[in-house]
């Protein structure tokens, strides 16, 4: 006996019907209600949409992902589909697909605040927040009284570090209402991308009231007392504070590491990993676990490399942590074979391209020489003094005072080479201070010429050659008396330079604060020494390719060594 088909009346009952359990909050009962109807008309695409909602509140994604998908396929044009299942791949950190989802929706006169919004969301979680920010910007015009909309405004203002437009925003939102962690979150970010780090810890507080375990917040702010106070005890306290309330959570313990890698207590750091390991075993706690066991005990490094990938064995950065181990254990050889490998995956990598060349170098290969070539690569020039100013030096004066005020910090950065200085938030490039803005005039033609000196070749520096160039990343440091630079790379860059803005007097006294090149930032067995020294003069810019390792060495005396730093890429 054949069941007779549903009447567009009983449809549309059962519709209601499943779309007041969901408000009801009775999701389980929805999916069964909304599977009997699919059953009797399959193809009715708000059906499966409602579905995909159900399933989604119920964090059953896959199936989720499959009714949403079900329902385009039989409207295309079901807007409200296309943002659910862009929802469930945001989820899922498959932003490029909700992109191409959404795209086909949006064009220059939508106005529609949730195709706007996760086409938005959709971009940052692609990591093209320059491209979100004009789409949220869209929504917060669309939805003029949204404090939702001027939330995720602030959150990608945030992300191309436009801080002061994203503290702008995150007020409105506030003013309109808004109260939620993630504002409080942003509203910080903002504040602190300013200098304003007292504040910003405040915010932070008050985001973790909202949310005692939100664990960015809890990170930012722990890292933020450290740029603040320079010191280890209320920065520390900051994880003790939330650890006396709530079990130790791995991820935490993986920043409090980070941070106190960052103080030089690698053993403390190393310790603290341990503690994350005993509450699960993961590759994202093995990789840090194998880079800071190398320093100490390699064969220890070469138990968290290995098994890191066995745990991940197609992820780059896990090769890359074993070929160091590899170097620090005297296995060039070995290690040159995963480099290899690793340079032929990513052949732009500028850290394996390091890698390739430490082994290469170990080894006696001839090979090393083509990479690390200093008479060819290592450009050095005076830049240029720029128009309004009557010479270099009244230009470097003015520069070093607009330079002064965006170093408010007093301990370093994580995860940076500095240490005992400071380094600037925001990228110098969204300046508006008429010295920092005349600095990319002034080294536009000293760049644009040793790139042209480099002539045609194969190598990973002069194959990458184009007719443009753009910067990835532009900073200033500033190193207090017995600061320096670990020995480090670029990994993203093409060129790295050091330009100095302001020296002590201590670089007269060989080599107190000069450059050096060739001494790796990793372990090696035997040592590998510097090979080039190059002493630093106000207005000088030093180009070098970023897989070069470079370091500074320390300097004595009161004074302050005052530097602007930046990647160059291919444009």
């Known amino acids: ?40 008309a399959p193809r009715v695409s708000e059906a499966h949409r409602l579905l995909g909602v159900a399933l989604g509140e119920m964090s059953e994604l896959p199936a989720a992902e499959a009714a949403y998908r079900a329902a385009l396929a039989l409207d295309p044009r079901s807007a409200r589909a296309a943002t659910g299942l862009t929802e469930v791949l945001l989820a899922v950190d498959r932003g490029p697909e909700a992109i191409a989802l959404l795209e086909p929706f949006v064009n220059d006169q939508t ?10 969301l959709a971009l940052q979680a692609a990591n093209r927040a320059e491209e979100a920010v004009p789409i949220l910007r869209r929504a917060t015009w669309a939805a003029p009284d949204s404090a939702v909309a001027d939330h995720n405004l602030a959150s990608a203002l945030g992300d191309v570090q436009n801080f002061v437009e994203s503290e702008v925003a995150i007020r409105r939102a506030r003013a309109r209402g808004l109260d939620a962690p993630e504002m409080w979150l942003v509203w910080a970010r ?15 507080v008050e985001a973790i009231k909202r949310k005692p375990n939100f664990e960015k917040a809890i990170a930012e702010l722990a890292h933020t007392v450290w740029m603040h106070t320079g010191q280890r005890e209320p920065t520390l306290k900051v994880f003790e504070d939330v650890f006396s309330r709530t079990p130790a959570a791995p991820e935490l313990l993986l920043q409090k590491a980070k941070l106190l890698d960052t103080m030089g207590d690698v053993a403390g750091a190393y310790e603290v990993l341990m503690q994350a390991l005993a509450l699960r075993d993961d590759a994202a706690i093995h990789l840090p676990a194998a880079q800071l066991a190398v320093h100490f005990d390699p064969e220890k490094a070469l138990h968290h490399a290995q098994r890191t990938l ?35 995956r990513l052949p732009d990598d500028q850290y394996s391209i390091a890698l390739l060349a430490t082994a290469w170098r170990m080894m006696g290969d001839p090979r090393y020489r083509r990479l690390y070539d200093y008479d060819t690569f290592v450009g050095r020039s005076m830049i240029d003094t720029p128009q309004g100013w009557p010479n270099l030096e009244s230009y470097l004066a003015d520069l070093r005072e607009a330079l002064q005020p965006l170093h408010s910090f007093r301990g370093h950065p994580a995860g940076q080479s500095l240490r005992h200085g400071s380094q600037t938030q925001q990228d110098l490039t969204r300046s508006d201070h008429p010295a920092i803005r005349a600095f990319f005039k002034a080294i536009d033609y000293p760049i644009r ?21 753009d910067f990835n990343g532009v900073w200033s440091i500033k190193l207090q008396p017995v600061g320096f630079h670990v020995n480090h790379l670029h990994s993203k860059g093409w060129f790295s330079s050091a330009c100095h803005i302001e020296l002590p007097r201590a670089i007269d006294r060989e080599p107190e604060g000069w450059l050096k090149f060739g001494e790796p930032g990793i372990p090696t067995k035997p040592h590998l020494d510097p090979e080039m020294m190059v002493k630093p003069r106000p ?33």
């Open 1 to 40: 006996m054949t069941t007779a088909a549903p009447t567009l009346g009983e449809i549309q009952n059962r519709l209601e019907t499943a779309s007041k359990l969901l408000r009801d909050g009775r999701r389980a009962e929805a999916v069964a209600a909304l599977r009997v109807l699919i059953a009797m």
């Open 539 to 571: 207005g000088q810019l030093v180009l070098f390719p970023s897989y070069m390792w470079h370091g500074t060495v320390p300097f004595t005396g009161d004074e302050e060594r005052l530097t602007i730093a930046f990647d160059v890429v291919p444009a």
């Open 310 to 344: 066995a745990l991940q064995p197609d992820v780059p950065s896990h090769s890359a942590a074993l070929c160091q181990v590899n170097l620090a254990l005297g296995r060039a050889d070995e290690a040159a074979v995963i480099a290899e490998d690793l340079c032929r």
């Open 111 to 120: 106005s529609n605040l949730s195709l706007l919004t996760y086409l938005g």
């Open 190 to 204: 903002s504040v602190c991308g300013q200098g304003r780090l007292g504040e910003a810890e405040a915010l932070y």
């Open 449 to 469: 010429r040793h790139i042209k000196s480099l002539g045609p070749g194969a190598d990973p520096v002069r194959r990458r050659q184009t007719k443009a160039y």
